[in-house]
């Protein structure tokens, strides 16, 4: 069988072929559920979601108006669910209280962390997990999922600029998260 492209599958479920939908699913299942355990912080959660953006996916299709790729589509799916979920979990207002330095504190347990941590890998990204949800979730797109910088802004909803900025900022936190705890001299 010949490798089927996003709008093939999606024009045969468009057509009632409904099967045809689980190629699309198992295409894009890992990399999503990559994306949502980094941002929801539980693989149940991610489960969850994932199986919530599939079906939101699903009775979409015909609002797919293939102005960009499929995957791009999807992943916003994905993202805004997760915001979603994030923002029933806890109310906004305590999140948009905290200070980017509150975010940066490491307690006895981020030390902890750090001397459990098998290698600079996991330490680094114990340590992403500790920036605000935004910052963590830019930096995972762009250097662990690979994403460009125009493909994250359609992703998000934020403005290519706006990703640029968040991005650096990112990188800025988590640099300067490193330094205030000295282990510097450990990731090098």
């Known amino acids: 069988m010949r490798n089927l492209s996003d709008i093939e599958i999606i024009e045969s479920v468009k057509r009632g072929n409904q099967a045809d939908f689980a190629l699309i699913i198992d295409r894009y299942k890992d990399k999503g559920f ?4 980094r941002m929801l912080r539980n693989d149940f959660d991610a489960e969850e979601v994932l199986q919530d953006s599939f079906l939101k996916a699903y009775k979409s299709l015909s609002f797919f108006r293939q102005d960009s790729k499929f995957s791009t589509w999807f992943y916003r799916i994905v993202y805004n669910s997760a915001l979603t979920f994030l923002s029933s979990k806890r109310r906004r207002n305590e999140k948009d209280l905290s200070s980017l330095e509150d975010h940066l504190e490491l307690s006895d347990a981020g030390v902890q962390v750090y001397a459990e941590s098998e290698n600079v890998a996991q330490f680094v990204n114990k340590m992403i997990e500790k920036l605000p949800e935004k910052y963590s979730t830019i930096l995972n797109m762009f250097y662990i999922d690979d994403m460009s910088l125009d493909e994250i802004s359609k992703i998000t909803g934020l403005s290519l600029v ?22 510097n001299e450990e990731l090098l």
Request: cysteine-free; proline content about 0%.
């Open 162 to 183: 706006n990703v640029k900025v968040i991005l650096h900022r990112s990188r800025n936190a988590l640099r300067d998260m490193v330094l205030k705890h000295n282990y």
């Open 34 to 37: 990559s994306l949502l355990k």
